[in-house]
């Protein structure tokens, strides 16, 4: 595979507020080959913000990584994809298209920061998982990243699912994980072979973890998640699934793996 530059999308297991830009993986991946980055991940994005990102994001400091990505030639576009449980919703408050990040009754409130009123999408929620409206937004969504391969002359699309919903902190297998891992899976592979039938090539890393999610290759290691377990000040240090950078590394190398065998 040839490409000159990265361009990464995503949501927090791209970047993640609590992680230095230089310690995410596109950044490790830039490294790695030697070559300009741009990091346009967002934390709380459903799948169809994540397809959007090219677009909604044109960062002009290097927050960012390299400012300048509209100007790649031959970019390595990279989807990490997230839970399909979040909702793509209208901010009125920040004029662009946002996500709900949990569909979960406890969860919807109303977001300041976006001016959404989340209560108000329940019975939307509950009639999208009646009917796979959920399964449906991340087809749509995946077709749409792709598009991003046609409109960046001479691109890659890679994508592949990277957070994963049935996450169980301090246990690297249950019942509940395994039965998870198994309609993750299969919903995965679902969608790979859309895309097949849909494109005519899916390069997704997935393949590289056995058709699992990219955060499961963390097995529940205290060391790989910034806080897995502690569970003796919730208040002050609550359950924080993400990756630590050793983590992050960790997600770098299958990527690094999966590239270097296409």
């Known amino acids: 595979m040839k490409f000159d530059s990265i361009i990464a999308c995503g949501d927090s297991f791209t970047r993640y507020h609590k992680t230095a830009l230089e310690k995410t993986w596109p950044c ?3 490294e790695h080959y030697n070559v300009p980055w741009a990091n346009l991940a967002k934390g709380g994005c459903s799948n169809y913000e994540i397809a959007l990102q090219p677009i909604q994001f044109q960062p002009d400091t290097h927050e960012w ?4 990505y509209l100007e790649f030639k ?3 576009l990279i989807f990490g994809l997230t839970t399909p449980w979040r909702l793509p919703v209208f901010a009125p408050a920040e004029g662009r298209l946002s996500s709900i990040a949990s569909i979960l009754p406890e969860d ?3 977001n300041p920061y976006t001016g959404v009123d989340e209560k108000m999408y329940e019975g939307t929620i509950n009639r999208g998982i009646i009917h796979d409206w959920f399964q449906q937004i991340d087809i749509h969504a995946i077709e749409l990243m792709h598009k991003w391969g046609q409109l960046f002359k001479d691109s890659t699309v890679l ?3 990277i957070h994963f919903q049935w996450d169980d902190p301090g246990s690297v297998m249950t019942d509940t994980v395994k039965r998870g891992l198994e309609e ?3 919903r995965i592979i679902t969608l790979h072979r859309h895309v097949e039938s849909k494109i005519g090539k899916s390069y997704c890393f997935n393949e590289i973890t056995d ?3 990219l955060q499961h290759c963390l097995g529940g290691d205290n060391n790989l998640h910034i806080n897995w377990d502690d569970k003796s000040n919730l208040e002050f240090n609550p359950i924080d699934r993400h990756p630590t950078n050793e983590g992050i590394q960790l997600f770098a190398d299958n990527l690094i793996k999966y590239i270097d065998n296409i």
């Open 28 to 30: 490790l991946l830039g």
């Open 65 to 68: 990584g390299n400012p300048n």
């Open 74 to 76: 031959k970019p390595l």
């Open 108 to 110: 919807l409130i109303y």
């Open 159 to 161: 994508w592949g699912t």
């Open 184 to 186: 993750e899976e299969g």
């Open 211 to 213: 058709w699992w999610p």
